[in-house]
Each structure stands twice: as structure tokens, then as C-alpha cells.
């Protein structure tokens, strides 16, 4: 039986920018960093307490498709228990947020923000 998503794949233009980028301005964990074939590193992070790691990937598994896949919307939603503070404190540090956070028609909060390459992810919850 799946139990659960082990991660997420993110495609970058630069694993050492994107590195710094999850780590010193989201406050996620990094999990691995480690040589990867054709020079590549295999580095993967993850919000503080959640089981799903990112993989901050470049230049390997999509057939060459990965430029197109950096700048778009991820699909990757996070949650927070409070979605205005969470804006505010990551907005100190410098992330840019595309969508402030507003009530939506569904009942919750959300918010989207853009990583170094510009991808997006959502920000849902109270």
C-alpha cells in the first residue's frame, strides 16, 4: 500500500542558490547533499516536522524538459496554522510573496510565493 509522498521534485537553474533560498529564507531542513552523476547534486530539503522532502533537481530526469518546468506554479501547497504571520515572517526574510493572503470562497487563507527561479507554490490555512 502508498502510505504517504516520500518528495516533491523542483526543478532549478542553480542548486547552490536554491539551497540557500529553502534553507536560510523558507527555514527548511536540508536532508541530503550529495555528488549525483554527471556532476549533478542530489539535494533535498523539507519544511520543519513534515515527512515530504523537496528535491531541488537540475539538469537530470525529464528528458530535457527541465527548463520548462522552472517558473511555473509547482502544484506543491504548503500549510501553515497561520497563514498571516507565516507571510510575515517570510516576507522579513526577503521571499516574495505573488498573492498576498486573503480569505478565499472555500473557507480558508491562502497565499502564493515564488522561490529564486520563480516557482510557485501555494500557502493555505487558517
Do not use: C
Amino acid at each position: 500500500m502508498i502510505g504517504q509522498v516520500q518528495f516533491a521534485t523542483v526543478w532549478v537553474r542553480d542548486q547552490e542558490k536554491a539551497l540557500d533560498f529553502y534553507v536560510n529564507k523558507l527555514g527548511f531542513e536540508k536532508l541530503q547533499d550529495a555528488p549525483f552523476e554527471g556532476g549533478m547534486r542530489w539535494i533535498e530539503v523539507r519544511p520543519q516536522d513534515a515527512q515530504t522532502g523537496h528535491v531541488l533537481a537540475m539538469g537530470y530526469g525529464a528528458g530535457g524538459q527541465e527548463e520548462a518546468r522552472i517558473g511555473n506554479f509547482t502544484g506543491i501547497v504548503f500549510r501553515s496554522e497561520n497563514v498571516q504571520a507565516t507571510y510575515e515572517e517570510l516576507s522579513g526574510r526577503g521571499v516574495h510573496f505573488t498573492e498576498t493572503p486573503s480569505m478565499q470562497f472555500w473557507g480558508e487563507v491562502w497565499a502564493q510565493f515564488v522561490d529564486q527561479d520563480g516557482n510557485a507554490f501555494g500557502l493555505g490555512g487558517k
